[in-house]
């Protein structure tokens, strides 16, 4: 199946990523959907940043709108911290949709500039949540932990 592209005006042009084939001597195409496919940068600056205490983090819900998938890095200011979290899902009107399982952030012992690396959580998101929160349930016992949030 060939690659191509739809041109539609709405506007200013847009393009619709296809498969073309051939059909009853015609040319058809499928449109191309291919959820989570991208490149992840992880931002520079923590959504969660340099927590000591336990907590929904950050006070306004982290824009995951249109990502299929999620990916939230964790580090540590000290190499034993460790911490457990669940996440908050919001919907579009600011509503909770539902949580996650609380999860276990452990500390690789991964140092990262002078932080230290906790193990990645990615989460799908098929359900179509437009905000994402991060309970901490358990804060490191010494140190601080924050979390840096992407999406594809």
Known sequence: MATGKITVAEGSDKAVASHSFTEDAETKHVERV???AGVITIPGTA?????TSTGAY????????????VIIKADFSANDGTAKARLQFFDSAGSLIGQSDEMDISNTGVQDNSRYVGNM????NSFGASGLKIVITTAPASGN???YVAGV
């Open 145 to 147: 932990v924050s979390f």
């Open 58 to 69: 950050p006070a306004s819900a982290i824009d995951i709108t249109g990502k299929a998938r």
């Open 121 to 124: 959580t990615a989460v799908d």
């Open 47 to 51: 959504q969660v940043a340099e927590q």
């Open 34 to 36: 291919a959820p989570g």
